[in-house]
């Protein structure tokens, strides 16, 4: 069964401390794994799209990498603005052409200043 | 680019009542648009899939005649919620996504629906 996982499932850092999320899967062949940023009240903000093993995308503070089982999305010196909830989603091969999305349950960021 | 905008974005009605939400794609045109609910510190649940011009796909245990979806056109889908009860209370969200799955373009997100039923 296609799964994916988050974890922790929340993180607090103080402005400046670098770390990061994680973002394991199980599918029978990835087509694309995505993150999302999800504010309080809001719907979740496209931020990358990885396709295969090795790839990374950057964006201001963020990076977002990928291996064959998992992905991580690194912040660096993280700002109180970038406290939101952080979602993985996997689109597996099996979905055919739906485009359906397995999500995670998704990491809860906070920034303290 | 790739703006999806939802209406209304806050819905307070009586139980019974029938609420419709739309969404929209702004700037491009959406071949597959999808249904999500979400519950309190919970992730998206997808209710159903919705190509236009054609029947939407509904996940299981989702019920088709409680949850009407019409997707008339490339920029447009709409849910109906019909006789709403307080159990359908939730955040509703759409996204929208253009070309083919093979393109595993990604989905984007309407700032969702709260419906309160009372």
């Known amino acids: 069964e296609d799964q994916v996982t988050q974890s922790p499932e929340a993180l607090r850092l103080q402005e400046g401390e670098s770390s990061s999320l994680n973002c394991s899967y199980t599918?029978?062949?990835?087509?694309?794994l995505f993150w999302y940023r999800q504010d309080p009240g809001k719907g979740p903000e496209f931020l990358f799209t990885?396709?295969?093993a090795g790839e990374e995308k950057e964006k201001e503070r963020l990076k977002a990498t990928l291996t064959k089982k998992e992905s991580f999305l690194h912040i660096t010196a993280p700002k109180p603005e970038d406290s939101a909830t952080y979602l993985c989603?996997?689109?597996?091969?099996?979905?055919?052409?739906?485009?359906?999305?397995?999500f995670g349950q998704g990491t809860t960021l906070q920034v303290k200043p | 680019g790739a703006v999806v905008s939802q209406h209304p974005s806050r819905v307070i009605c009586k139980s019974g009542t029938s609420v419709k939400i739309e969404c929209r794609s702004l700037?491009?045109?959406?071949?597959?648009m999808f249904w999500y609910r979400q519950f309190p510190k919970q992730s998206l649940m997808l209710m159903a899939t919705?190509?236009?011009?054609?029947?939407?796909?509904?996940e299981q245990g989702v019920e088709k005649d409680k949850f009407l979806i019409n997707h008339a056109s490339l920029t447009l889908s709409t849910l109906t919620v019909t006789s709403a009860h307080p159990e359908d209370s939730s955040f509703y969200i759409c996204?929208?996504?253009?070309?083919?799955?093979?393109?595993?373009?990604?989905?984007?997100f309407g700032d969702g629906t709260r419906l309160s039923i009372l």
């Open positions: 996204s929208a996504r253009e070309g083919s799955a093979a393109l595993s373009q990604p989905q984007h």
């Open positions: 599918v029978s062949g990835l087509r694309g």
């Open positions: 990885l396709y295969s």
């Open positions: 989603a996997v689109q597996a091969r099996e979905t055919g052409n739906t485009g359906k999305l397995i």
């Open positions: 700037d491009f045109q959406a071949t597959t």
């Open positions: 919705s190509n236009e011009g054609s029947k939407a796909t509904y």
